[in-house]
């Protein structure tokens, strides 16, 4: 077993009346590219900001890198490099000053890095950051995570305000980077195709809780959606059937696992299974934090968090 | 770098500033026609535009060095880099206070050269005469502490406009409790830059500055524990 990149036991963090993150167990493999998604204010960022010290949990604790993030901070800044979803930096310095500003907190920067990704994202290095596009603000933020030679990547919305092509080119440097270099990428995300495209492991967040937490393969093989049609289908949900939608004489399930056996027990009863789908991300995503479709009750705990793929 | 950083932050305010200190007083010697004024009245004028210089540029200075990273928003920025928050406070304060310090040369040294050239014998009204040392050393505490004190109040609150009144309230309130103390019942409580109890007044200025570091580091234990 990989040791973990990321762990969290029971992280919980209430500000005043808002429970913003509660009792999350997440589990990041070492190496691994982690999806992080969820709805705006899922709490996704309460989390991640509680990863790096920025914010102090209300219980619970965190380890990145098998350290403390209470008591050795500096340590854990020292492996690891941030994108902020605020994607400011200082207004009045260029590209190369931020990088040069960069370079003395790390001894393992790398100016190769910094060569080549400020070419391959076509940064303009000698513009001030305040007079650069959104786009290539955000590109400077993650050029100079890239540099840091970091074990631990943390890019809160990485791809926001980038535009198709290079979102798309910066994807692939990173999925390759990070599996040349072995580093671990814990990155959140509005864009599911992307995280479909490059994650290995996806966490899902909804009102402060996991509410899924595997690797990706194992979620988009055990997760259908089942058509039935009959007399008296079974209308309840189940820690198995995540949703049951009614529509005219059909019933839409939305199957969590053991997907064959739940068909084979529906045909057992008098339906007619008419259709076993399996399903992108976007779709599995959907269903699991949206709120209501008529005759579903749509709950939290799809797949505990850790039930599969990491014990 | 990041004390370069703290340099950029604030060259142009610190050059506005050391352009001031710098003028004022040819300036005042030219407006008064030179000699006969100045050998009047040169010492007093440049302790008073020295107070008033050094003063300004501590709560102004107190404000902007504490200010940028939360204006810019780049706290999280530079705060998941592998250094103690209490390391970016002080090094900025630093910064501050290096600037503040040459405001200070700068308008003493004009004055002087000024004071020199129209007044004849400047060692008689200089500066640095033994009588009106605390003339200028006076301000001079002040002004560090009132530094320390806004700097440290606009890193509390993380806002510039709040931490200044907060500094000027803070000291304009102080003062006025200690006249009333003082007028109501005769209790006489220390106040920057004057002697604390019967201490030399050296040691009293040295209190000061202390003091004024002892809030420094108040400011980097709230920040280092401070959730961003």
Known sequence: MNPLAIRTDNLSKVYRDVHAVRDVDLHVPR???YGFLGRNGAGKTTTIKMLLGLARPTSGFARVLEMDTRTQRIAIFQRTAFVSERKTLYPFLSPSDLVRFSRGFYPTWSDIAVEKYSRLLEIPMKRRFESLSNGNQTKVL?????????????????TTALDPVTADEFLRVLAGDAMERGCTVFFSSHQLEEVERIAEYVGVMDRGKL????????IKSEFRLIIATGNSLPMETSSRVLSVASDGCYCKYFVTRDAEDFAAELTRDGATVTQTASLS???????????????TSGNAGAIPAGSSSFS | MYIWKCWRDTRWFFLVFVAIAASVMPFAAFANKGGPAIRSFGAMALAETFATIVAAAAYAMGTITAIQEFTDKTAHFLFTKPRSRAYFVWASWIVGFGELMIIASV?????????AHYGGS?????PLHPINAQSYVGPLIYAIFAYALTYSFTILFRNGLKGLGASLGVMAGFVGIADALDMRWHIQLPRPPGQI???PLAASNVI??????????GAALALERAEI
Not at chain 1, 142 to 158: F, H, K, T, W, Y
């Open chain 1, 31 to 33: 190496g691994a590219i």
């Open chain 1, 142 to 158: 993650l050029l100079l995570a890239l540099s840091q030679g970091a074990d631990l990547l943390i890019l809160d919305e990485p």
């Open chain 1, 211 to 218: 509410l899924m937490e595997s690797r990706l393969d194992d």
């Open chain 1, 281 to 295: 991300l976007r779709e599995i995503f959907l269903h699991l934090v949206r709120k209501e479709p008529p005759c």
């Open chain 2, 107 to 115: 308008n003493l040294l004009s004055g002087w050269c000024v004071l």
């Open chain 2, 122 to 126: 400047p060692l008689e009204d200089f």
């Open chain 2, 197 to 199: 109890g019967g201490l």
């Open chain 2, 208 to 217: 000061w500055i202390i003091v004024a570091l002892l809030l420094i580091y």
